[in-house]
């Protein structure tokens, strides 16, 4: 099994710019997430789903869209890219509700720099 | 709201011990702790659940506080390969979505 998969694996975007960061897991999980980490920081929540057609807002949601219309797609969607969304971005499921006796699978992550 | 963890690094050497501690002002329901490798994804440990018993996993383990809000891991005879950043996550009872701290570094040297 492939697990999750992210790309690209790099990317430098001029400031204004758009583009699309991809995630497709394999496993048939309902639930997936979209975190950003920062240099020498923790993972923060940007959006997440927990079912095809369903998302919701995290902790850092401005700047950045998604959309779920299949199980196995997750896109996440940068408008009018900022210096500020500089970071790796990760893209993560989970198969159990509640988070009660299963962890995340994270994809190998995205390395977004804007200039 | 994120938990605190503490330390933020540690340096050890082969066949140490360390802990690390994660605690929440939140009530926790779940305590999840991953290890990130260096330019790589962040890959799953254990869970630890309100009630539950300790759990392990190789020579590292955790505990679970209910009193405290707190969970620790506990890094044993440390080998090379321990060598990362450990994140805890947690969650509430209905939560289904983890909010993670920001991570201990831990070196070990041969």
């Keep these: ?115 | 709201q994120q938990p605190v963890q503490s330390p933020q690094a540690v340096i050890l050497r082969e066949g140490e011990d360390a802990v690390i501690n994660c605690s929440s002002s939140k009530a926790l329901y779940s305590v999840h702790w991953y290890r990130q490798k260096h330019g790589e994804a962040p890959v799953f440990l254990m869970i630890l659940l309100k009630g539950g018993e300790q759990k392990g996993h190789d020579k590292i383990s955790a505990s679970f506080n209910e009193k405290k809000q707190q969970s620790s891991l506990y890094l044993t005879a440390s080998q090379l390969s321990y060598s990362g950043t450990y994140f805890c996550g947690t969650g509430g009872s209905n939560d289904y979505k983890l909010s993670f701290g920001a991570g201990t570094t831990v070196t070990v040297r041969a």
């Design chain 1, 1 to 115: 099994n492939a697990g999750v998969t992210q790309t690209p694996k790099f990317r430098i975007l001029k400031i204004g710019q758009s583009m699309t960061l991809q995630c497709t897991q394999d496993m048939n999980h309902n639930y997936m997430y979209w975190y950003r980490q920062d240099p020498g920081m923790g993972l923060k929540l940007i959006y997440y789903s927990v079912g095809a057609g369903i998302t919701d807002k995290g902790e850092v949601p401005n700047g950045y869209n998604v959309s779920r219309s299949t199980t196995e797609d997750f896109p996440l969607r940068l408008e009018l890219a900022a210096p500020s969304q500089t970071s790796v971005y990760f893209c993560a499921s989970s198969s159990g509700q509640y988070l009660a006796n299963y962890g995340y699978t994270f994809g190998s992550g995205t390395r977004l720099t804007v200039v």
